[in-house]
């Protein structure tokens, strides 16, 4: 997952930006992360998702939500727990998650 | 700049999501983007920044800020405007900027 340009709906809408330093230990990481973009994709209340890495492990990701319910569903999600642990135990050195409202947004494109 | 997990003061903050994907000129991108940290890191009301890029050229910068007119000073910041400019006519394929609230965050570091 490489995608860090996607299109949202008017705002305003709600974000997760979810910034991590991964640990040493990367395997079987890559396979988590697909699964919990695939798994977050699929959640009511979810608009698209943005994610880059840093050679250096650390990353960005951004989610967007219709409304903050939808976020703490997510948050509360079995399998996402799961991973979550599983990040926690393995994976991240640190990470903080940011939640808020996104009110404006304008852009950018050459191609338009 | 590879950095993407810094600290940020109690919610509520303000913040400015910027995801893009580069074009194919980069010649000079890198001097740029360097230049425009050094020069939001000294505005007023500035915070934080965090950025993160892929290997296909999109990337993901967010930037945190204690209130709204902050950012809208950063946007009209006349070396910032030319670099504007510039990002549209050579550096970017496109881009969306976002900006909203942060209400809440939380975090995790193993080696606390």
């Given at each position: 997952?490489?995608?860090?340009?996607?299109?949202?709906?008017?705002?305003?809408?709600?974000?997760?930006?979810?910034?991590?330093?991964?640990?040493?230990?990367?395997?079987?990481?890559?396979?988590?992360?697909?699964?919990?973009?695939?798994?977050?994709?699929?959640?009511?209340?979810?608009?698209?998702?943005?994610?880059?890495?840093?050679?250096?492990?650390?990353?960005?990701?951004?989610?967007?939500?219709?409304?903050?319910?939808?976020?703490?569903?997510?948050?509360?999600?079995?399998?996402?727990?799961?991973?979550?642990?599983?990040?926690?135990?393995?994976?991240?050195?640190?990470y903080?998650?940011?939640?808020?409202?996104i009110?404006?947004?304008?852009?950018?494109?050459?191609?338009a």
């Amino acid at each position: 997952m490489e995608q860090a340009t996607i299109k949202t709906p008017q705002p305003p809408y709600y974000t997760v930006v979810f910034s991590a330093q991964m640990s040493e230990r990367t395997d079987g990481y890559e396979d988590m992360a697909m699964r919990m973009v695939e798994l977050a994709s699929g959640q009511p209340g979810f608009l698209g998702i943005e994610t880059a890495q840093n050679p250096n492990g650390s990353s960005i990701t951004v989610s967007y939500w219709v409304d903050e319910e939808s976020i703490r569903n997510w948050k509360k999600n079995v399998e996402h727990q799961e991973a979550q642990r599983t990040g926690r135990a393995e994976f991240y050195q640190n990470y903080t998650v940011r939640v808020g409202r996104i009110d404006r947004d304008y852009g950018f494109d050459a191609s338009a």
